[in-house]
């Protein structure tokens, strides 16, 4: 007899057992989410848009409207979708290559014109459906397919601080938070909040979740998990970033 562990009940059943390698992290932050809309009550109103990279992997993920949108173009896609009717739940969900890379302009304009959608960022520190080449997150020294010497942080940079980036170009009634797949309790309050800042019509709302790549890191299971709970943890810290105030009823909203 196999045991089956508790499914959240807006996922599609007939597309599990998922798409993602043994060990990766998009299914633990789709399970986040999963719950998340299960304890809003949201199925009937989430619009969810997935991103390419391994995110367009979560295209027949859930029992809810889903639209698949070109290599960082999910945070636009969402907002149109959103500003056309403003009785959905916009959620765009992406890959750090998506949003820090190619489609940082659109994060950038969406958070400083304060949309009001929710933006799940996965960053597993490179590009994974590619065979993980350096991505905007990749940390100091690590190798990637294109820093086979380690990320050198003089001549490539250093790693997208995402969240703290958004929280600074936000205005009021923005949620920030960064969570991480170690802690998936904590990643779904910060997902459940930013759902909620959403409904509150406050402002953008953005969650970047640390995640697991091992097929790229070629990590052994125990490798993969001390990765991503130590060293990550290390230059990324985990905790909410900008929380909206009481909000001040303002003129045309
Ligand atoms: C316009 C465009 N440029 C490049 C690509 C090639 N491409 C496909 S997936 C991908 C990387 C995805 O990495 P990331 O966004 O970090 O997501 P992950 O796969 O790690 O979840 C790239 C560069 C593409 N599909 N479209
Ligand atoms: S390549 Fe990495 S990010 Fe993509 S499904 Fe596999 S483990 Fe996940």
Known sequence: MSVQPAMPKCWRVESK???????CGHGLVLKALGQAIDELGIQD??????????????????????????????????????????????????GDGGGYAIGAQHLVSAAT???RITAILVNNTQYGMTGGQMAPTTMPGQKTETSPYGR??????????GPEMVAA??????????????NIKQLKGFIKKALENQM??????????????????????????????QD??????????????????????
């Open 169 to 182: 170009i936000t205005q009021e009634g923005a949620y920030v938070a960064r969570g991480t797949v170690a």
């Open 152 to 161: 050198d942080v003089n001549t490539m940079g250093y790693p997208t601080q």
């Open 113 to 115: 014109r304060n949309e």
């Open 45 to 94: 109103k989430v619009v969810f848009g997935c991103d390419i990279g391994c995110s367009l992997l979560s295209v027949d993920f859930f029992n809810v409207d889903t639209v698949q949108t070109h290599h960082g173009r999910t945070t636009p896609v969402i907002t149109g979708v959103k500003r056309a009717n403003t009785d959905v739940i916009g959620v765009a969900y992406m």
């Open 232 to 253: 990550m943890t290390k230059y990324f810290k985990v905790g909410e970033i900008k929380v909206p105030g009481p909000r001040e009823e303002k003129e045309g909203q």
């Open 200 to 229: 509150a019509g406050n402002g953008f709302s953005f969650v970047e979740a640390l995640s697991t790549c091992p097929t790229n890191w070629r990590t052994n299971a125990e490798d993969t998990w001390k990765f991503v709970e």
């Open 17 to 23: 057992p998922h798409k993602f390698c043994p060990g």
